[in-house]
């Protein structure tokens, strides 16, 4: 079983800032990318910011210069520093994680998602 629980929104007033976390466990044998993806009202699920195991970093257009993506390898967490936050940014925010999972013998490669967690930003 693998778990991806997220963690740190909540309501900020404009030009705010949030940090959110997302923290991997069970039986993992190694995590690759991880990401985090936003889901407003209304509209489909666009990718925030990624991050491979070496720490490499990619962020969607409407968030460069902004927010700030990283990991630490140890612990299986990513995390999300938003900063100057804009109405628009209001959304559900979920973790990803391509990861190797294991289960006795047998392993496997797969995508998991955390459960999501609210970010609204309002005056």
């Known amino acids: 079983q693998v778990q991806l629980v997220e963690s740190g929104g909540g309501l900020v007033q404009p030009g705010g800032s949030l940090r959110l976390s997302c923290a991997a466990s069970g039986s993992i044998f190694s995590i690759y990318a991880m990401g985090w993806y936003r889901q407003a009202p209304g509209k489909q699920r666009e990718l925030v910011a990624g991050i491979t195991s070496g720490g490499r970093t990619g962020y969607g257009d409407s968030v460069k210069g902004r927010f700030t993506i990283s990991r630490d390898n140890a612990k299986n967490t990513v995390y999300l520093q938003m900063n100057s936050l804009k109405p628009e940014d209001t959304a559900v925010y979920y973790c990803?994680?391509?990861?190797?999972?294991?289960?006795?013998?047998?392993?496997?490669?797969?995508?998991?998602w955390g459960q999501g967690t609210q970010v609204t930003v309002s005056s």
């Open positions: 990803n994680a391509d990861l190797t999972h294991y289960s006795g013998s047998y392993y496997g490669r797969d995508d998991y």
